[in-house]
């Protein structure tokens, strides 16, 4: 169980950092910085991985109403310009600077969750494997999975037929499925392969069927 081992070795207030949604064919990667009360955390914060969407839902609103909060959000169209990578290092940058100006200073020093940090200026330590080692960054990945979930349900009612709902955007068959038969979205990462692949198709198909 992560715990606040890191978080006493820094100069505080300490704030854990970690992305969602890296790995999608669809949608946003959203980040999340989360700065833990001294007293009244919430009990059950880990991972966000090996907890239910009931539970993330239940800690992140408990989250929000105790510790400090920022969250940093890069869109698909960026993610295709920067590459996945800078989009993540860049929504990981909002998501501190988001919570700078809540908190009224700079984060004495951040946890980042990974091997790498992005360029900026806070003093920060990368953590691998730190959603399960620190309490701070356990709960930036409870609130970022959140919220990237609820972007991507809502996507769903728009777009029914790639199943978001449940797979939220990862390439799972019903998602590959729906992407051959019916098109990338407008939500689609153009940048990724299969994605890419698709756009390809559906060009091949509309030039075939202009020129018959």
Known sequence: ???????????????????????????????????????????GIDDSKKLSASERERLCARLKGCAIVGIGIVQPEEIDTLNIYWATMKAMTLAVDALAIELGQAPGHVLVDGNRLPRWTYPATPLVGGDAKSLSIAAASIVAKHTRDLI????????????????????????????????????HRRSFAPVAAAYLAREGLFAKETTS
């Open 1 to 43: 169980m992560p715990g606040m081992k890191h978080e006493k070795l820094c100069v505080g207030p300490v704030a854990g950092v970690d992305e969602a949604g890296r790995g999608p064919l669809a949608g946003p990667v959203v980040a999340a910085a989360v700065i833990l009360p001294a007293k009244g955390v919430p009990r």
């Open 152 to 187: 991507m349900i809502a996507a769903a009612d728009v777009h029914p037929e790639y199943n978001w709902h449940s797979n939220k955007g990862y390439g799972c068959a019903h998602h590959m499925k729906a992407l051959r038969d019916h098109g990338p979205t407008p939500i």
